[in-house]
């Protein structure tokens, strides 16, 4: 064989293995086709409509940082918190106390906090059947009762405080997982009071709280369920960071993420998944006020993210 042919043929396939070596590489980079950034949502709502809606906002996000991106939707609140501690989350859509448990065990980082109906706060509430016979936190003592989800803040963490407040002791409790089952729970006579997020009432007098997303359901919801208390003010829900990402995505997604719900289709999608408007940055301090009322009812978080 012609020993020129054959140094050019071995030119050529070292020059080839060196670019697909340097494809592999770039592949694995995160942000890549291959690896691409992975944004959980906190599955407060159905899972679908989650899944549904977010599909153009990441398409949106991929066109504007020029990173991948691939979502996720958990089954439960705890298993957003526990994929920051295995790296299946770079960054996510979270409660605010799943939060607290993701910044103190992973040191994930709050960067960003939803605004709804112009505010940067929401409240919890507790409801209850018109027929239930309660009309206090203090009736609900010995009566079925319904939370969201362990780490749910509105859903759980400060009802329980109400009902630790008020000594009513339920005679059976539950978790639902969402807040629109809840709703429903307490609708059917499943149970005679729950805990769900609340928001004011619009200037025209329609329902915000947790009942509005079972109306089309049964439309006579605000009949049949009754607010028998509100909680105090609870920072909205952030966008959580994974403490190790480049700053390069970070600060990329913050300026997409807010270009996006300033377009019309993006404050749709976003008002469609978590009723939010638009956002604020956010520090991790924000949440202070949330970690000192955890403390205040001895809530044991470690054994709720094992």
């Known amino acids: 064989m012609n020993p020129i042919f054959t140094q050019l043929r071995t030119s050529v396939f070292i020059t080839t ?7 592999c590489q770039n592949d694995s980079k995160l942000g890549s086709t291959g690896n691409p950034v992975k944004l959980y949502f906190t599955p407060s709502v159905d899972a679908e409509t989650i899944t549904t809606n977010s599909v153009h906002f990441l398409k ?3 066109k504007e940082t020029g990173f991948s991106f691939k979502s996720g939707v958990p089954a439960n609140y705890i298993a957003v918190v526990e994929a920051f501690g295995s790296n299946r989350a770079d960054i996510a859509v979270m ?23 112009g505010e940067p706060h929401y409240r919890g509430q507790i409801i209850a059947h018109v027929d239930s016979g309660i009309k206090t936190i203090k009736d609900i003592d010995g009566k079925r009762f319904a939370f969201t989800d362990p780490s749910s803040t509105s859903g759980y963490m400060f009802a329980k405080k109400l009902l630790k ?10 978790f639902a997982q969402k807040h629109d089952n809840v709703v ?32 089309t359901q049964f439309p006579d919801v605000e009949d049949k369920v009754k607010i028998i208390e509100i909680t105090e003010k609870i920072p909205n829900d952030p966008f959580v960071f994974r403490k190790d990402l480049p700053e390069e995505i970070v600060s990329k997604f913050i300026v997409a993420v807010k ?9 749709k999608i976003f008002k469609t998944i978590y009723s939010v408007e638009g956002l604020i940055d956010a520090s991790d ?10 403390e205040s009812i001895d809530l044991d978080t470690e054994s709720l993210i094992k």
Do not use: H
């Open 17 to 23: 293995l060196l670019f697909g070596l340097m494809a």
């Open 60 to 62: 949106f996000l991929e």
């Open 95 to 117: 409660n605010s106390f799943g939060y607290i448990m993701t910044n103190k065990k992973y040191g994930a980082e709050a960067k960003l906090r939803v605004l709804r109906y």
């Open 165 to 174: 407040e008020a000594s009513a002791i339920p005679s059976n409790t539950t």
């Open 184 to 215: 429903t729970m307490v609708y059917q006579g499943q149970v005679d009071a729950g805990a769900t997020y609340y928001s004011p009432a619009s200037k025209d007098g329609k329902i915000r709280d947790a009942r509005a997303r079972v109306k």
């Open 259 to 267: 270009k996006y719900l300033g377009t019309t289709e993006g404050k």
């Open 285 to 294: 301090a924000d949440y202070d006020g949330l970690r000192s009322m955890i």
